[in-house]
C-alpha cells in the first residue's frame, strides 16, 4: 500500500543572486580601457505547480528541504553570469499553502496553478552597468541579492466532485469499487479505510470524481475513531452522499439514526459541509431484512427532503441510476462554478510600500529604524569592504529620501541607524552625507558605516553626551560623492 501524506512542512530556498562583476578592460596600448563588469544572474524561484497526475505530497515528506539554483557572477568582458534555475515543484490539484501559524498563503486549484513559494536573488549590477557620465569607472560592483528563504506548509484537501460519509463498514469503500476503477481496501472490520480513496466515475458524457473518507462513529468531532480531521478532503465536494448500512447487525444502531449521528457530526465540523447538498444511499439491500428496512424508512427520509436510493455494492443493483443522477448534480454544480483558470500567484515578502520607506525610531535597540523593500535591498546588495560601494548605496539611500526622513524624525549625527528588520539589520552610525544634512550640521561626514554595532545602551550614553554639547565637532572630513 502506498503511504498517503496529506500535511508536510517544506522549508525552501530560491537562488541567490550572482555578484555583479567589478572589471577595467585591458587591451594593449589601451591600459584603461573603461569598465567591463559584467552583472551577476538571477538566482532561481522555487514554484509549486498544480501537476493532476500527482496524488500526494509524499516526496516532500521524504525531504523537506528544497533550494533552487543560485545566479552566476559577472565576469570581466562584459559577460553576464547565468541565472540560476527555477526549481518546479509539482504538487497535487487542491494543495494548501500555509505559514508556520496556519494562515493560508495560497489554495491551488486547477492545473498548471503556480505558486511563487521564494522568490529568487536578484543579480549584482556590474561596473560596467553602473557607469554613468558622473561616475566613469566605479571600482565597485553590487553584490547578488541572497534569495528568499521560508517554511511553508503543504496541507492536501482531494478535490472530489462527490464524497461519502458514513459509518465504518456501511460500505463506502465498496461502492466506489463498483463505481469506478479504483481498488480500495474492503473487509468486514470497522476502519478499513484509513485514508481517503479517490475513484473516477464516467457516467453519459460526465465524468466525475468520488472521494471515499474513513468511517465516522459518535463523538468524531471529539476525535473519536479517526476523527474529522480527513473531512477536508471533501470539503471540496458537490454533493455529500449518505452511505447508510440497512443490515447493520449492531442492535443499537438503524440507519434513521446513523444518518442522524452523521449530520451531527458534520455540524460540528463546520467547513461549509453542513450546507452542502447531500442525497442517502440505503447500501445492502441485497439482504432481505436490508431490503425490508429500506423500503420501510424510505418514506420517512424523502419526507425529511433526501432524495434516496436503493442500491447493493456486492449484487451491483441501483448504480447505475444513482451514478447518472451523480453526474447531473455535479454537471449543474460545475456550470455554476466560474470556470477556474490557472493562476500564477506571487507572494512578496512584505514589505512596507513597494516604493517608500518608513522610519521609526526603535526604543528597545535605540536605533532608528529603516524598512523598506529597495532600502534593504540595497544594503543587501552593498559590499561594505569597498568605500566606493558604501558611498554608493549613501547616494542611494539619500536620493530616496532616507537622510531627509532621518533628520525629519530627529535623528542626529551619531545616532544609530538600522536598516531591515530586527533579525538581519545592517546597524551603523550616522553621518549625513549630502546637502539636506550639510545645511543643517553645518558638515558633511564620512563614511566608516560598517564599525561594529555597539550595544544598544553605549549608543545611548554616547547620544546623550553628544545632545549635551555641539555635535559638529567630530566631523571634519569632507567626503565627496
Ligand atoms: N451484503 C452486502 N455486503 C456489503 C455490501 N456493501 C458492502 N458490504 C460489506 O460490508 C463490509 C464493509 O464494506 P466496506 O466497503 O469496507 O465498508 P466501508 O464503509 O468502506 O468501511 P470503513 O472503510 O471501515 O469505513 C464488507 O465486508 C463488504 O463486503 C452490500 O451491498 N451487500
Ligand atoms: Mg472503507
Known amino acids: ?69 543560485n545566479g552566476k557572477p559577472g565576469e570581466g568582458g562584459n559577460r553576464s553570469g547565468k541565472d540560476g534555475q527555477d526549481l518546479v515543484l509539482p504538487v497535487p490539484d487542491g494543495t494548501v499553502v500555509l505559514d508556520k501559524q496556519g494562515n493560508v498563503l495560497a489554495d491551488l486549484v486547477g492545473q498548471g496553478t503556480t505558486y511563487v513559494a521564494a522568490e529568487g536573488g536578484r543579480g549584482g549590477l556590474g561596473n560596467a552597468a553602473l557607469s554613468s557620465a558622473r561616475r566613469k569607472a566605479p571600482g565597485f560592483a553590487l553584490l547578488g541579492v541572497p534569495g528568499a528563504t521560508g517554511d511553508i506548509v503543504l496541507e492536501l484537501k482531494t478535490v472530489a466532485d462527490v464524497a461519502l460519509v458514513g459509518f465504518p463498514s456501511a460500505g463506502k469503500s465498496s461502492l466506489i469499487s463498483v463505481l469506478s476503477a479504483a481498488k480500495p481496501k474492503i473487509a468486514d472490520y470497522p476502519f478499513t479505510t484509513l485514508v481517503p480513496n479517490l475513484g473516477v466515475v464516467t457516467a453519459g458524457s460526465t465524468v466525475y470524481t468520488i472521494a471515499d473518507v474513513p468511517g465516522l462513529i459518535p463523538g468524531a468531532s471529539q476525535g473519536k475513531g479517526l476523527g474529522l480531521e480527513f473531512l477536508r478532503h471533501v470539503e471540496r465536494c458537490s454533493v455529500l452522499v449518505h452511505v447508510l448500512d440497512t443490515a447493520t447487525l449492531e442492535s443499537d444502531r438503524d440507519p434513521v439514526s446513523d444518518l442522524d449521528v452523521i449530520e451531527e457530526e458534520l455540524k460540528q465540523y463546520g467547513g461549509g459541509l453542513e450546507n452542502r447538498p447531500r442525497l442517502v444511499v440505503l447500501n445492502k439491500v ?24 436503493e442500491v447493493s455494492a456486492v449484487a451491483r443493483t441501483g448504480l447505475k441510476e444513482l451514478s447518472y443522477f451523480l453526474a447531473e448534480v455535479v454537471a449543474k454544480a460545475r456550470a455554476r462554478k466560474p470556470k477556474q483558470e490557472a493562476t500564477r500567484i506571487v507572494i512578496r515578502p512584505k514589505a512596507v510600500d513597494e516604493t517608500g520607506f518608513t522610519v521609526t525610531f526603535d526604543e528597545a535597540e535605540d536605533v532608528y529604524r529603516v524598512r523598506g523593500e529597495k532600502p534593504e535591498r540595497w544594503v543587501r ?27 525629519k524624525v530627529g535623528a542626529r549625527a551619531g545616532d544609530g541607524v538600522a536598516i531591515g528588520s530586527d533579525e538581519n539589520a545592517v546597524v551603523f552610525d550616522w553621518e549625513p552625507s549630502m546637502m539636506a544634512g550639510a545645511e543643517m550640521l553645518g558638515r558633511r561626514g564620512e563614511d566608516h558605516r560598517m564599525e561594529a554595532p555597539r550595544p544598544a545602551a553605549q549608543r545611548r550614553k554616547e547620544r546623550d553626551a553628544r545632545r549635551g554639547d555641539s555635535a559638529q565637532d567630530e566631523y571634519d572630513e569632507f567626503r565627496p560623492f
Do not use: W
Not at 428496512?293 to 427532503?305: C, H, S, V, Y
Open 1 to 69: 500500500m502506498t503511504t498517503f501524506v496529506d500535511r508536510v512542512e517544506l522549508h525552501v530556498a530560491a537562488g541567490n543572486g550572482g555578484h555583479g562583476c567589478a572589471s577595467v578592460h585591458r587591451e594593449k596600448f589601451k591600459p584603461l580601457g573603461g569598465p567591463d563588469g559584467g552583472n551577476g544572474g538571477r538566482g532561481g524561484d522555487v514554484v509549486l505547480v498544480v501537476d493532476q497526475s500527482v496524488t500526494t505530497l509524499l516526496d516532500y515528506h521524504h525531504s523537506p528541504h528544497r533550494k533552487a539554483t
Open 286 to 309: 441485497d439482504i432481505p431484512d436490508g431490503k425490508d428496512l429500506a423500503d420501510m424508512i424510505r418514506p420517512d427520509l424523502e419526507a425529511r427532503g433526501y432524495k434516496v436510493f
Open 381 to 407: 546588495q552593498t559590499d561594505f569592504n569597498n568605500d566606493e560601494a558604501v558611498g554608493y548605496l549613501a547616494d542611494r539611500l539619500n536620493r530616496l529620501g532616507v537622510e531627509d526622513e532621518l533628520l
